[in-house]
Nanobody, 118 residues
Framework: QVQLVESGGGLVQPGGSLRLSCVTSGFTFRLYVMSWYRQAPGKERELVAG????????YYADSVKGRFTISRDEAKNTVYLQMNSLKPEDTAVYYC???????????WGKGTLVTVSS
């Protein structure tokens, strides 16, 4: 059974930091490209950060470049999103996604809520 479980969200003040985790199981993690998306209230889901290849090259939305960092730990089947200098506009539900490099299969987590507010 495939599972992606996000955690680490919460309420943080502007300028603060959070680290999101996505623990996965049920598929061969090293064969999947991982990414993070977010969906703010009333808006469409958008790509935040991801790995472009299995080799580890990364890409980021312009709105988070220089503030967010995606990383992965294959020993723990986990992907992380370090978020620094958070802004109110970063408020959203954050989701992780796995996409099979050869199969194209996609799996999603259920999300974790990040609220940036004073």
């Amino acid at each position: 059974q495939v599972q992606l479980v996000e955690s680490g969200g919460g309420l943080v003040q502007p300028g603060g930091s959070l680290r999101l985790s996505c623990v996965t199981s049920g598929f061969t993690f090293r064969l999947y490209v991982m990414s993070w998306y977010r969906q703010a209230p009333g808006k469409e889901r958008e790509l935040v950060a991801g790995f472009a290849t299995l080799g580890g090259s990364t890409y980021y939305a312009d709105s988070v470049k220089g503030r967010f960092t995606i990383s992965r730990d294959e020993a723990k089947n986990t992907v992380y999103l370090q978020m620094n200098s958070l802004k109110p506009e970063d408020t959203a539900v954050y989701y992780c996604k796995a996409r099979g490099w050869t199969s194209g299969m996609e799996y999603w987590g259920k999300g974790t809520l990040v609220t940036v507010s004073s």
